[in-house]
């Protein structure tokens, strides 16, 4: 199984603040990554798709880079609503993986 | 408006037997493949199961494997887990997500379903 491995687990960073959320891969998967947002109670949500895809309706301070083992997510200026847990997934081998989350919280 | 509405979540003696539902929604069910994933209280997302569109494919996660099976009837635009011999690990909140088109993430997660395997 293709392990991911997201770095930092914890965050702490204040609104208006650009933070990075990295997620490295344990083989290749070329662009076949995706990350979440999911909020306490809350089912995750989508936010991009095969790498720097944004989903529909996400707001755009939020992009994704990466191909292969090496893959980021940038919020560009947080806001409140942004503290949450954050989760990268891959699809490009059975089973799918997600990494362990990234839980961002207000400094 | 896609909706994934999933029920049948209950406390469960271990080595009990449970049907989860997954009822769907908003868009042409028999489209898509659909998947199971799972999260213990205060873990992370653990992928369970997926299910092809047509039903004729069927992926497991090896902690369930032999003990659950995925199914779905497309005249009803449902998806079903079930669970046999269950464990205490298999505490988890079960959601149903929708795969895209391309089966390479989930666009869109029902709100879960809690399982409590408890003696």
């Known amino acids: 199984d293709i392990q991911l491995t997201q770095s930092p687990s914890f965050l702490s960073a204040s609104v208006g603040d650009r933070v990075t959320i990295t997620c490295r891969a344990s083989?290749?998967?070329?662009?076949?990554l995706a990350w979440y947002q999911q909020k306490p109670g809350k089912a995750p949500k989508l936010l991009i798709y095969?790498?720097?895809t944004l989903q529909s309706g996400v707001p755009s301070r939020f992009s994704g880079s990466g191909s292969g083992t090496e893959f980021t997510l940038t919020i560009s200026s947080l806001q409140p609503e942004d503290f949450a847990t954050y989760y990268c997934?891959?699809?490009?081998?059975?089973?799918?993986?997600f990494g362990q989350g990234t839980r961002l919280e207000i400094k | 408006e896609v909706q994934l509405v999933e029920s049948g979540g209950v406390v469960v003696q271990p080595g009990g037997s449970l049907r989860l539902s997954c009822a769907a929604s908003?868009?042409?069910?028999?489209?898509?493949?659909m998947h199971w994933v799972r999260q213990a209280p205060g873990k992370g997302l653990e992928w369970v199961s997926l299910?092809?569109?047509?039903?004729?494919?069927?992926y497991y996660a090896d902690s369930v494997k032999g003990r659950f099976t995925i199914s779905r009837d497309n005249s009803k635009n449902s998806l079903y887990l079930q669970m046999n011999s269950l464990r205490t690990e298999d505490t988890a909140l079960y959601y149903c997500?929708?795969?895209?088109?391309?089966?390479?993430?989930?666009?869109?997660w029902g709100q879960g379903t809690l399982v409590t395997v408890s003696s």
């Open positions: 997500a929708k795969g895209d088109g391309y089966n390479t993430h989930f666009d869109y």
């Open positions: 908003g868009f042409t069910f028999d489209d898509y493949t």
């Open positions: 299910i092809s569109w047509d039903g004729g494919s069927t």
């Open positions: 083989q290749g998967i070329s662009s076949y």
């Open positions: 095969a790498a720097s």
């Open positions: 997934q891959q699809l490009n081998s059975y089973p799918p993986t």
